[in-house]
């Protein structure tokens, strides 16, 4: 599997993603909301995209569909409740599908709700797991739940996906909010040593060479998955009072989340 992550340089810091098979050639483009670009990186690499798939309805997802299909011919690939919000649809996905990119690709769907309640991300498996998390999981944050979407629903997919997936799983997440986020973490954990060495990591650098993080780096960094640490507790205590000293794990994530929606 060969990942081509795109920065598309707009005021929503998306990223956009071709994965292709080395052997013939072919690509997925995932969101290629900004189609030029994505079509640009596959003539310099000589691939064909014959398939794209959006993660989820939001316009910074799908808004490049149309022209990417106009161009390719590709197929249109979304999650399988997700008809009604994205047009030309093709092929509806759900929990458990896999998706082949040539002859060496495969990816595994996740039903994974929250951000929006049709939401689709992509494993792959192998030698190199990696994660496209859309605007589920962000590198060293997790999505807002303001355009349609649920918070304990998204908890739900952290705590019952996400958080389960191998430690060196790469995360292609939907955006750049890495350097915002990691400053989140600091404000709610100030003695994060991993949140504050990845941000002086990051000082200076380029989103387009921006690392990838791994899910074993996430666990240390991304506050939404670190629910248990004694640290987040008492200083999310300070900003409500009214919690109990042992909160459960999903009334961390919600105010957290709550926290992180006005920072």
């Not at 979304?78 to 495969?106: C, F, L, M, N, Q």
């Not at 496209?132 to 998204?154: I, Q, R």
Request: net charge negative; with cysteine.
């Amino acid at each position: 599997m060969i990942v081509e992550r795109i920065w598309t340089g707009n005021a929503y810091r998306n990223y956009n993603y071709l994965v292709a098979c080395g052997e013939t050639g072919e690509a997925l483009a995932i969101d290629p909301l900004d189609h030029e670009k994505c079509l640009q990186a596959a003539k310099v690499k000589g691939w064909q995209i014959t398939q794209l798939l959006n993660t989820h309805e939001h316009h910074d997802h799908t808004g490049g569909n149309a022209a990417m299909v106009a161009a390719t011919g590709a197929k249109l690939i979304a999650h399988y409740r997700s008809g009604a919000s994205i047009p030309g649809v093709d092929r509806g996905v759900k929990a458990g599908d896999v998706i082949k990119v040539g002859k060496t690709v495969e990816l595994e769907c996740l039903d994974t709700p929250g951000h929006t309640m049709c939401h689709i991300c992509l494993q792959a498996h192998g030698d190199t797991p990696a994660l496209f998390s859309g605007d589920t999981l962000f590198n060293a944050g997790a999505g807002n739940c303001h355009n349609g979407g649920n918070v304990e629903e998204l908890y739900t997919t952290f705590a019952n996906q996400i958080a389960r997936l191998p430690d060196d799983t790469r995360v292609y997440a939907g955006h750049d909010y890495i350097e915002n986020n990691l400053k989140f973490t600091l404000a709610r954990e100030p003695d994060n040593a991993a949140a504050q060495e990845w941000l002086n990591k990051l000082e200076g650098l380029d989103p387009i060479t921006t690392p990838v993080t791994t899910l074993g780096e996430e666990k240390r960094f991304n506050t939404f998955m670190r629910l248990d640490s004694a640290s987040v507790i008492a200083a999310l205590r300070e900003s409500f009072p009214e919690l109990p000293a042992k909160p459960d794990a999903k009334l961390v994530f919600v105010k957290l989340r709550e926290l992180r929606n006005k920072w």
